[in-house]
């Protein structure tokens, strides 16, 4: 099996809801207070909370590249026509 099979293999099986991901270092491992065995219930729950977490910050960060692009724009626009004033001005 080739190396793009193995990674489509593991994209295909990591991209289904209910698959576990191992959390990467920036996620903080979370300690179980609970003493009696639940089935994984607390852990899905808590694997669906960080998914969540990550996914409202990733949105964030898109929302604020967005607007940080737009405003960009809006500068290049401020100072296109400025400068089109300044060279109408000096002919």
Not at 46 to 69: F, M, Y
Request: charge should be positive.
């Amino acid at each position: 099996m080739t190396l793009t099979a193995v990674r489509l293999q593991l994209y295909f099986i990591l991209d289904q809801p209910d698959a576990i991901m191992v959390p990467t270092k920036a996620q903080k491992t979370v300690k179980s207070t609970e003493t009696d065995d639940d089935g994984g219930i607390t852990f899905k729950k808590k694997q669906d909370d960080l998914r969540k977490s990550v996914v409202i910050r990733q949105e964030k960060a898109r929302t604020r590249i967005r607007k940080n692009r737009s405003n960009k724009q809006k500068d290049l626009q401020k100072r296109i026509e400025s400068l089109k004033r300044n060279i109408t001005v000096e002919q």
